[in-house]
């Protein structure tokens, strides 16, 4: 049973600190890692993908790769209020869309 | 604008009864995919259709039917045999790339 966990949350930080999101997942073959941010009654959006070893930075988002370890992070630098959402993580694979697993998600607050 | 359009935003189902959910895109994406929310889960897959005329059953296909007749279209059927049917219900697609696309979603409730 390939399974991807994270911390239910929530994760409350403040106002312009950084927010750290943790993901391990069991399939030590996948090969592409994603995060989803998803608003209260909304769809997810993508907002990172990482597919080699290390980090990748996109704006205020950071996400990081350990594959010999099997964790996958999301950073979030400056949080803002509007950051708070629940962040999902979810994993390929073999790059197959039907060959997502999906954590349970981690429900952010950045408190103002 | 492309996107993947879901309606209705809210269903209600009564007993014995089924519900359909649609689901448009107008991004060309060869796949498209059903998948379930319920609280505190993840997404889990309930079916998936990489090209026209094909579909195949995800993790938890059973008590729902799909059909795929258009490349933009991929219906999804809430039968009565699904006896826990309230969830948030979310259409996906994408390309040859692994990256999934969602709509907006469809909520489903029983009366």
């Known amino acids: 049973q390939k399974e991807v966990e994270q911390n239910s949350g929530p994760l409350s930080v403040p106002e312009g600190a950084i927010a750290s999101l943790n993901c391990t997942y069991s399939?030590?073959?996948?090969?592409?890692f994603f995060w989803y941010r998803q608003y209260s009654g909304k769809s997810p959006e993508l907002i990172m993908s990482?597919?080699?070893?290390g980090d990748k930075e996109d704006g205020r988002f950071t996400a990081q790769l350990n594959k010999a370890s099997q964790y996958v992070s999301l950073l979030i630098r400056d949080s803002q209020p509007s950051d708070s959402a629940t962040y999902l993580c979810?994993?390929?694979?073999?790059?197959?869309?039907?060959?997502?697993?999906f954590g349970p998600g981690t429900r952010l607050s950045v408190l103002p | 604008d492309g996107g993947i359009t879901q309606s209705p935003k809210y269903l209600f189902r009564k007993e014995g009864q089924n519900v359909t959910l649609s689901c448009e895109q107008n991004?060309?994406?060869?796949?498209m995919y059903w998948y379930r929310q319920d609280p505190g889960q993840g997404l889990r897959l309930i079916y998936y259709?990489?090209?026209?005329?094909?579909?195949q059953k995800g993790d938890i296909a059973e008590g729902y039917s799909v059909s795929r007749e258009k490349k933009e279209s991929f219906p999804l059927t809430v039968t009565s045999a699904q006896k826990n049917p309230t969830a948030f219900y979310l259409c996906?697609?994408?390309?040859?790339?692994?990256?999934?696309?969602f709509g907006s979603g469809t909520q489903l409730s029983v009366l």
């Open positions: 996906a697609s994408s390309s040859r790339t692994p990256f999934l696309f």
């Open positions: 399939d030590r073959g996948s090969q592409s």
């Open positions: 990482i597919y080699s070893n």
């Open positions: 979810a994993v390929n694979m073999n790059n197959y869309g039907q060959n997502f697993v």
């Open positions: 991004l060309n994406h060869d796949a």
């Open positions: 259709s990489q090209i026209v005329n094909d579909f």
